[in-house]
């Protein structure tokens, strides 16, 4: 599956391809700006690794490797657009302006979410697999029935891609045009499972079966994804419904902190998957075609210390929530049960300071 | 004329008129729900009256239909959603429970699930396999949903408009064979809240707490028993979760006996979760062991004995003698 065509506009060398159907519209600052991006997620990420390893998180989903899909998938993003993520879409919470330490909280176990949805229209991580898809569907459907010029975009990977709610999603976006575009991230492993466990085609291929548009994008070329998406995400504003993204990419680390993957992969795909680096290739463009000075790499580097310096002082500081607070917002109204809970913890001295 | 004779189904077709006329908000999902009017024609007419943006005919897709649902009320909308049969929720189940039932939770109060999802339940209608059954205990089981159940046009007609108005997700089990019959439906009088159990006959020397299809089954037997000299107290529950217990207790202190009795299978049931909690509230009060009239630990039997699965006045008779002979 390697071997199929897909839209690429930077190499894995740093150089510029010309593509028949897709033009980069990025200036050089701008693209600089994408390698900022993918820096400091990398750099988080490897804080947030670090911060599990020490017992301060309870689990991670890291996102190496993949930082070219996400922040260009993010860059095409409207604030008015809407986005249903999993549980790993750390670099399209970047883009929609959540704090970092947001992104934490789930995985700290101080929360079930994290942000408010509606303020940053990201929705909270979707951990049963496949689920958000839908979700993201009848928002769209909602925007077509306010006629409102925005869109949806939901995140998935190649394993959610057996999910039957992902079908089901696909067959609602078909038949009702909906605005919205499903962005597959390839990373070629669900856990343990090869992609060639999911699927017997290029998954971009599905999208036929549905009636939309579906295309394949080198998910490790940030340029290519970005204007793929833009491009996607225009025609559901506009009225022209759904397509399908498959953004070949690669997950270089972990499934999450307790998986293990040299039990089922070898070194040797890894290594192949490693000239194919996301950030690399950008910083030798820019290096190359541009003259961009080594210094200023360095200042996005130490930028991204600084950042990672005050996530994990954010992190360490975070309280746990009040044991009544397990009984908020279960419901809107008033309910019995919840009250006899609530009763019942305080009585036993655990109701805090209230 | 506002008190008119309609059946069950009609009041509920009514009710739903009523709530998409007030807000522009609510929308009606389900299968074969538009032209056709719904297999048991609930939502006969309301596509042709507001359009099918309004009343979506949904691919034959029961995770998607609730899946979207989720999505709509997340952009604001009322969406109401019809389960075809009982029968057909499990693809939905996960949805249900994953998403419905925890977006409020999981988002801090930002995401409001006000979503009815309508399901046909409940046998006695002599349909084939899964067009039957009694999955309400899974959802009463499930933190973040309420359980209604009308059993009566008048507060099917209003019991709908409050489930749809609630910020709360609502299962909202309609007893199917019920659905033919005529109440007075008075549209300017609402029905007491859904949360508040009524009784539906008053007496004094048995509790039956029963819902749905059976609180009809339960108001024949307190009338076989007053025959006998036995005056049976029938409560129907109207909300399946949460249970009105401030009103079984009350009735229990006076009484000392109850039978509770439903369709469903009996393990892990509301009927069993009645009987635990009553025990425990009215333990002083009781004067015999709290007996269940069910279904049985069976798959939903052919419908051609349906009839010796199902609750009848028999058997209720007959857990009515258990706790009467009991003294103490």
Known sequence: MDEVPMIQLLNPEGERVSNSEYESSLSAAEILGLYRDMAIIRRLCNEATSLQRQGQLALWAPVQGQEAAQIGAGHALLPNDFTFPSYREHGIAWKRGIPPLDWLRLFRGVTMGGWDPLQYRHSNPTIVIGNQALNAVGYAMGIQRDGADEAVMTFFGDGGSSQGDIHEACVFAGVFNAPVVFFIQNNHWAISEPTTRQSRIPLFHRASGYGFPGVRVDGNDVLAVYEVTKRALDNARSGNGPSLIEAFTYRMGAHTTSDDPTRYRLEAELETWRHRDPLERVKSYLVRTHGEPQSTFDEIAADADHMALDLREGLLSLPDPAPLSMFDHVYTEPHPLIEAGRRELIDLGFGGEQ | ?328
């Open chain 2, 1 to 328: 004329m506002t008190t008119e004779n309609l059946t069950m189904a009609k009041a509920i077709n009514e009710g739903l008129r009523r709530a998409m006329e007030k807000d522009p908000k609510v929308l009606l999902m389900g299968e074969d729900i538009g032209k056709l009017g719904g297999v048991f024609r609930v939502t006969d007419g309301l596509q042709k009256d507001f359009g099918e943006l309004r009343v979506v005919d949904a691919p034959l897709a029961e995770s998607g239909i609730v899946g979207a649902a989720v999505g709509l009320a997340m952009r604001g909308y009322r969406p109401v959603c019809e389960i075809q049969f009982d029968g057909f929720v499990y693809p939905a189940f996960d949805q249900i429970v994953s998403q419905v039932a925890k977006q409020h939770a999981r988002s801090g109060g930002v995401y409001k699930m006000a979503l009815v999802i309508r399901i046909p339940f409940e046998g006695g209608i002599g349909a084939i396999e899964h067009h039957s059954e009694s999955p309400e205990s899974y959802f009463a089981h499930t933190a973040g949903l309420r359980v209604y159940s009308p059993t009566n046009a008048y507060d099917a007609y209003w019991m709908i408009q409050e489930a749809i108005a609630s910020d709360d997700p609502v299962i909202f089990c309609e007893p199917k064979s019920r659905y033919w019959e005529k109440a007075e439906v008075d549209r300017e009088t609402p029905a007491r809240p859904a949360t508040e159990a009524q009784i539906r006959r008053a007496g004094s020397d048995v509790t039956v707490v029963t819902y749905g299809a059976s609180v009809k089954t339960c108001l024949r037997a307190a009338q076989a028993a007053e025959g006998e000299g036995r005056q049976l107290e029938v409560i129907d529950l109207r909300s399946i979760s949460p249970v009105d217990y401030p009103t079984l207790a009350a009735s229990v202190e006076k009484t000392g006996r109850v039978v509770v009795v439903s369709e469903a299978p009996p393990v892990a049931s509301v009927a069993g979760d009645i009987a635990a909690t009553l025990s425990e509230m009215c333990f002083y009060s009781l004067r015999a062991p709290i007996v269940r009239v069910s279904g049985y630990h069976v798959p939903y039997p052919p419908s051609r004995i349906e009839e010796e699965y199902l609750p009848n006045v028999d058997r209720i008779l007959d857990a009515v003698d258990r706790v009467m002979e009991c003294e103490s």
